[in-house]
């Protein structure tokens, strides 16, 4: 029978004070089902009296009942993340845990939705102590550190304790802590250093000390590569494993370890089973033409010269010859008093780890620590002048001459721009300065310059000047570029450079 016949009647599964849990937990799913676009808000409502039962149980399932119904209705999203921003609030360890983990996972479905939440964050994270809470915490510091303005400093005092936390929060910890670097470096890099250290020397959890490996040769390779590999965007989530068919959901959880996850179908629908009568059929021999018959098997034993071969029972059972003693090549015993040699294995030095980002060794002197493989030598790279300057008059002088290139549209994520200072800050460590900035309605304008570094062919220097428009409203950035003595190769290298700068806040 379809839940919505009771879609009318949802107030009459609301509980009673005096039931016993068991019928609280029913009566809870049973709303969790029942709630659709016009009774969300009431069920919700009442969700949210059943947080500060003096059962914790219910009150988790409560929760958890909260962020199930954000997802099946997506109108109702805002009123939800607004209602877990006050549970966040609360000062109970387990209500704070099970709202953490909820507003993950929304977050993910509704990333625009956080902005609101964020400020929920910081006391949240002193109150959690449960692993999953805590997990899911870090989650959300790595990726809206730069919505959160005191991210680095929420992260410092658990790197204290970090030896003493569950494998799964040091994971999430080495995660956030790197994503954490990328989007405001001078205020991470000690504490990253000091985590880093802490993961490969003190941490007997082997994946966690493989992850904290693989992270720092990453970064000592290329950090450009290791902010594409670590910080790469992710899709919104359309649908959860709980929205799928119940029973095509079990038969393919069934099949996890096969494409029935992928094709979300049972493997019967896509996979011809060797059972069917299309592979019997094929495997057939074919038919012989008519009037022939197929020989015997031969039974006779098989001949070698002309002669039968005997049997295999009755062959001569040839043993391996045993193997020889040492002999003493020299007599009389020279050899007894004199030791075997010892070979030793030659001793691989460490190499000594690279300059990263400009800023000595970014991991405060663990590289000579740690070996690390020396990459290939490479060409000279395309870089930027750290010392370039242009005052306001020679950029507008220089903007109304010069040539318009296409103009770049690039997708935003959500929410990741909060003011003009902190996209400032992202491309000032690569030498794209501003010159002026402001915001205009739900758009923030920037335009900024560069100089291309090295000597170039050009005796006034290669520039680069730039227009941005960050649309919030539409999530979109516009980027119109002019050159001065630049040629394609720098264009493309400069567009690049730009995109890499601005990747905490693009899709």
Sequence with gaps: MSMQVFAGDFKQFFCRYNEPSYIKQVKIDILTMLADFNSAEHVVTELSEYVT??????????????????????????????????????????????????????????????????????????????????????????????????????????????TEESGAVQLEMLTAAVKLFFCRPPEVQKMLGCLMQKAIQECAHPDVRDRALLYYRLLQVSPEEARRVICAPKEVVE??????????????????????????????????????????????????????????????????????????????????????????????GLLDDVPAPVQTA?????????????????????????????????????????????????????????????????PMRPGSASNTGAVEAALRPRGIFVIASGTVGQSMKFYFYARQAGPTQAPAGVWFLLEVIMALAASSCQVTLKVDNAGPTAVDQFQDVLRASLAPFLV
């Design 239 to 332: 649908e959860f494993q709980e929205e799928m068919d119940v029973d095509l959901r079990d038969r393919v959880f069934d099949e996890f370890n096969s494409l029935s996850t992928v094709y979300k179908q049972p493997a019967s629908k896509f996979i011809q089973v060797s059972g069917s009568p299309f592979v019997a059929m094929k495997m057939q021999p074919p038919a012989l033409p008519e009037g022939m018959e197929m020989p015997p098997t031969p039974t006779q034993p098989s001949r070698v010269n002309g002669q039968a071969a005997a049997p295999p029972e009755m062959l001569p059972d040839f043993a391996s010859p045993a193997p020889a003693e040492s002999a003493d090549l020299l007599g009389g």
């Design 346 to 410: 030659p001793k691989s030095s460490p190499s000594s780890g690279g300059d990263l980002l400009g800023m000595e060794d970014l991991l405060g002197g663990l590289g000579s620590e740690v070996p690390v493989a020396a990459p290939p030598a490479a060409p000279p790279e395309f870089s930027l002048a750290m010392d370039a300057s242009m005052d306001g008059n020679s950029f507008q002088a220089r903007w109304s001459q010069l040539p318009q290139l296409p103009v770049l549209n690039w």
């Design 53 to 162: 039962d003096v059962d914790a149980e219910i009150a988790r399932r409560a929760i958890r009942a909260i962020g199930k119904i954000a997802v099946h209705v997506p109108s109702t999203s805002e009123m939800i993340v607004t209602s877990l921003t006050g549970l966040l609030e609360l000062d109970i360890d387990y209500v704070c845990t099970e709202a953490a983990v909820v507003m993950k996972d929304l977050v993910r479905k509704y990333p625009e939705q956080f902005q609101q939440a964020s400020g929920a964050v910081q006391k949240c994270l002193r109150i959690v102590t449960e692993p999953d809470g805590k997990s899911a915490l870090l989650w959300i510091l790595g990726e809206y550190g730069l919505l959160i303005e005191d991210a680095p400093y929420l992260l410092e005092p658990m790197i204290d304790s970090f």
